[in-house]
């Protein structure tokens, strides 16, 4: 069974940066793609930023400029580098993974932009 660990979910404050993990059970290149959504309050999910190995990469437009997606493959590992958070950008943020077909989540983290 696939895991999925996020992790680096905070409180911070308007026009800060985080940054978020997304931890592998096995190695990432047994993905075709992976990436990072969101669920606001009272909201569905939404997409962020997603990339395949192939290499293209892909953003949300409330994101772009801001969020960079990153991965280290030898830690099995994707990164979502966040800069000049806004109050909008709070949500529970969610590592997705697809395996040619089977889908994997993993299991949230907080980001909370407030002053």
């Known amino acids: 069974q696939v895991q999925l660990v996020e992790s680096g979910g905070a409180l911070v404050q308007p026009g800060g940066s985080l940054r978020l993990s997304c931890a592998a059970s096995r190695s990432i290149f047994r993905f075709n793609a992976m990436g990072w959504y969101r669920q606001p309050p009272g909201k569905e999910r939404e997409l962020v930023a997603s990339f395949y190995m192939t290499g293209t990469t892909r953003y949300a437009d409330s994101v772009k400029g801001r969020f960079t997606v990153s991965r280290d493959d030898a830690k099995n590992t994707v990164y979502l580098q966040m800069n000049s958070l806004q109050p909008e950008d709070t949500a529970v943020y969610y590592c997705?993974?697809?395996?040619?077909?089977?889908?994997?989540w993993g299991q949230g983290t907080q980001v909370t932009v407030s002053s």
């Open positions: 997705n993974a697809n395996a040619w077909g089977p889908e994997y």
